[in-house]
């Protein structure tokens, strides 16, 4: 069983940077890992996500150019670096990871999901 523990997050002013972390206990080298939002009132979406070989990654048009997400496989762990934050990212912010290694945008076919985590930026 793989357990995805999120940290990082929190308040900052638009403009600013946050880095978002995924660590997985049990291991997750061989799945691909994505990253999904929830804002207030709305479905959760997708965010950006990485294959389980780290060489192909897929972001959402609306944070394509500000975030970047990456992996450290001796630490068992995938980032989300935020740039350039927007009041429109907002957002509870999970990881997740697909045992498939598909990297695809579609929540369904996660099988793992972490605890969340808040990201606020002030305008």
């Known amino acids: 069983q793989v357990q995805l523990v999120q940290s990082g997050g929190g308040l900052v002013q638009a403009g600013g940077s946050l880095r978002l972390s995924c660590t997985a206990r049990?291991?997750?080298?061989?799945?691909?890992v994505g990253w999904f939002r929830q804002a207030p009132g709305k479905e959760r979406e997708f965010v950006a996500t990485?294959?389980?070989?780290?060489?192909?990654?897929d972001y959402a048009d609306s944070v394509k150019g500000r975030f970047t997400i990456s992996r450290d496989y001796a630490k068992n762990t995938v980032y989300l670096q935020l740039n350039s934050l927007k009041p429109e990212d907002t957002a509870v912010y999970y990881c997740?990871?697909?045992?498939?290694?598909?990297?695809?945008?579609?929540?369904?076919?996660?099988?793992?999901w972490g605890q969340g985590t808040q990201v606020t930026v002030s305008s």
């Open positions: 997740a990871a697909d045992r498939q290694g598909l990297s695809g945008r579609h929540s369904s076919e996660y099988d793992y």
């Open positions: 049990g291991g997750f080298t061989i799945f691909a």
């Open positions: 990485i294959s389980s070989n780290g060489l192909i990654t």
